[in-house]
Each structure stands twice: as C-alpha cells, then as structure tokens.
C-alpha cells in the first residue's frame, strides 16, 4: 500500500550540498556549518556517490509520490534542499505544500513552548496528516456508534 502522505521538516534532501543556502544561510544557521553537513554526508555516502537518488531524493524521480507537505526554517542551511525539492516534486505532478518559516532554525519545531512558530508548525502538520487520513479513510471522520 502507497502511504497517503508525508510531512517532513527541514529535509536534508541533496548530500552532494549543492544548494545556495549552505553559503546564503550560514551566518544565521545556529546549527549546522558546511563542514558538519559534510562530514555527515560522508559517514553515510562511505565513499559512494553524493547524487545517487537513493541518498539524495533530490536527484530522484518524484513522479507517483503522495501529497508532502514540508516545514523549513528561512535560517537554516537546508533551505534550498527543501526548496528545490517542493519545486522538482511540484513539477513531477506531486501535490506539495512547502511553508517556509521567517527565522527559524534546523527543526524549530523541537521548540514548542519557545517559538510560537514551533506550535504553529505542528498544528499545520497535524492538519495535513488528519486531512490524508481522512481522505483516504472517510469512515474514522464519523463518530462510531457504541
């Protein structure tokens, strides 16, 4: 059975860094540095090739996907994986929802309680999960009856 959706935050979608937020972002990125995202990609690539579709979805066919909604921070190096992502999957036919959240870190979501934002995030993605499942399985939307 094909899942009914996803909801990812902060994709690392491109091991290969070739997006424009890992310079654009990296003064306000409280997280990550190029150096870290790359030192990742290489304990995971183990010498294998950073654009293979397999460790980069980026570089994948995103055709026949379910609908994605994906939640990232403007302040995060990862931006422009998520952004070039929601784009390739949009024009693949998927249907995408990418919010993009002014000054926010690396999964600002981990924060309820500290960033309104966070609260927010979550809300929306509860949302979008609960429409999917609903869509999918119209009967849990009607009470049951005891």
Same mark, same amino acid.
């Given at each position: ?13 491109? /091991? *290969?860094?070739?997006g424009?937020s890992?310079?654009?972002r990296? #003064? $306000?990125d409280?997280?990550? !540095?190029?150096? +870290?995202?790359q ?7 183990q ?14 066919r995103?055709g026949?996907?379910p609908?994605i909604?994906i939640?990232?921070?403007d302040?995060?190096?990862l /931006? *422009? ?7 390739r999957?949009? #024009? $693949?036919?998927?249907?995408? !929802?990418?919010s +993009? ?10 924060s309820?309680?500290?960033?309104f934002a966070?609260e ?8 979008f ?7 999918f ?10």
């Open positions: 059975m094909q899942p009914v959706g996803a909801a990812v935050m902060s994709p690392r979608t491109d /091991l *290969a860094l070739t424009d890992v310079e654009t990296a #003064a $306000a409280p997280i990550f !540095t190029r150096g +870290v995202l030192g990742f990609a290489e304990m995971y690539l010498g294998q090739d950073a654009t293979n579709p397999k460790a980069s979805p980026l570089y994948a995103l026949r996907l609908p909604r939640d990232v921070g302040d995060e190096l /931006l *422009a994986d998520a952004i070039r992502y929601a784009d999957a949009r #024009a $693949a036919g998927v249907e995408i !929802t990418l +993009v959240w002014e000054g926010m870190p690396h999964v600002f979501q981990s309820l309680g500290q960033f966070a927010q995030s979550v809300n929306a993605i509860s949302d999960l609960g429409r999917r499942l609903i869509d399985f119209p009967s849990i939307n009607t009470p049951s009856e005891v």
